[in-house]
């Protein structure tokens, strides 16, 4: 189980990559993200977000329940849903999209790792309850996003 601390030192180190980079990157795509989506903002949700992920593999580090392994490697799954997130974003963009490096190359192995270590412990309800649970996690508030920039994008339109 303790190789579910993987997930939060590897978003840490992926933070130092994404931080300082991330907020100037969007700017150039306002179709996709908000003018509201700040430093602050960017900020306060990797907060949330780390707390999510600490939060979940503490439960399931120190009770050992199925529902908190759901919780625990759903953080595998997330990690593993961003990678996929900022691989088509720099495919689509064509350039580097800040977080592509360490998502690449620590995020994929360590949410496979994750996954393989603990397989013996997973049926295939906690499998994929766990991807849908990660993937939701990263990809409702970045849908939500889009529609924040969208609806901006209508009313400067108008």
Known sequence: MSVLWLVPISYAIHL???TPRFIPWT????WLFTDRFT???FIFGNALFMLYVLISVSLAITIHKP???LL???TASCIFS???LHAVLTLWSGEYSPGI???GSIYV???LYVYISLGNQLNANTFIGSVIIGFAVMYIPQLNAIRIANLDRKKRDQ
């Open 101 to 103: 490096v360490t998502a």
């Open 109 to 111: 192995p360590v949410s």
């Open 82 to 84: 961003n990678f996929l």
């Open 16 to 18: 130092v990559e994404e």
């Open 72 to 74: 625990g490697v759903s």
């Open 27 to 30: 700017k150039k795509y306002s």
């Open 67 to 69: 529902w908190a392994l």
């Open 39 to 41: 430093m602050p903002l």
